[in-house]
Structure formats: C-alpha cells, structure tokens
C-alpha cells in the first residue's frame, strides 16, 4: 500500500492555510488548517508531529488510476519546480474542501433545527405550566 501525502501552505484573504492532500488505496482526501499569522517552519513542524492525527479529513474521491510508469528525468524538473512556484492548491483539493463544507454545514443544519425544536418544547412546556398555576385555585 502506497501512502503520498503533500502539505501546502499559502496566504488566503487575512490568514495562512495549510492544506493536507492525502493519497492512499485509490483514495483522495484533504484537509485544511488555518494558522492565523505566519508559521514558522519550526512551527509547522510541530504542529504535523503533534496534530497530523487529529486531523478531519475530506470524504474520500476514487482516483481513476496511478501513475507507476517512469517518468523522463526533464520533465521531472520541470514538474518540481512547477508545484515549488504553486502559490495554491489544486481543483481537486478544492473540490474535497467544497464537498467537507457541503456535509458540515448539513449536519449543523440538523443539530441546530434539533436544537430549536427542543428549545420550542421547553417554552411550550413553561407557558403550559404558568396556565395551569394560574388557574390552580379555581
């Protein structure tokens, strides 16, 4: 089982990000942090032998194939320093963090439309209570 996993880290509006791509099994996965202001490396490094674990990643997308074939020494190169000059991430990254975001802003739907269901029970119940207090003595 091969296991290829890139951290990138990049200036987005007012803070740094770093996302994780993960590559294992067909599998595609990613992650994203966001750091505030500039990590340090020292930081970074921490923080991936410390939180690597803790990590939420993405819903998994099926890659189609893997690329196992050799690849010829120059385009290599040039492959290199294209993703070292890369200010950001790839589509698919994107789309990994679009499809997490879909799903969490699901489940918070749920829990908050749970939560003020309860809330309405709770009101109900005291307003039912006062009415019966008020009419207790009659």
């Known amino acids: 089982m091969e296991v290829s996993i890139k951290f990138t ?13 993960r590559i294992s099994e067909k599998k595609y996965e990613v992650s994203k942090v966001v ?10 490094y921490d923080f991936v032998l410390k939180e690597f674990c803790n990590l939420r990643f993405s819903n998994s997308l099926s890659i189609n194939e893997f690329k196992n074939k050799k690849i010829n020494p ?12 890369n200010n950001g991430i790839g589509t ?22 749970e939560e003020n269901e309860q809330e309405k029970e709770r ?6 209570r006062k009415k019966k207090e008020k009419h207790r003595g009659h």
């Open 74 to 85: 120059k385009k290599l190169q040039k492959q290199i320093k294209k993703q070292t000059e």
């Open 123 to 128: 009101q109900f119940a005291i307003h039912e």
């Open 9 to 21: 880290v990049f200036f987005e509006g007012m803070f740094w990000v770093g996302v994780f791509e």
């Open 35 to 44: 750091f505030g202001s500039e990590p340090k490396d020292y930081e970074l």
């Open 92 to 113: 698919k990254a994107q789309l990994a963090m679009k499809l997490q975001q879909e799903t969490n802003k699901v489940e918070r739907k749920k829990i908050s439309r």
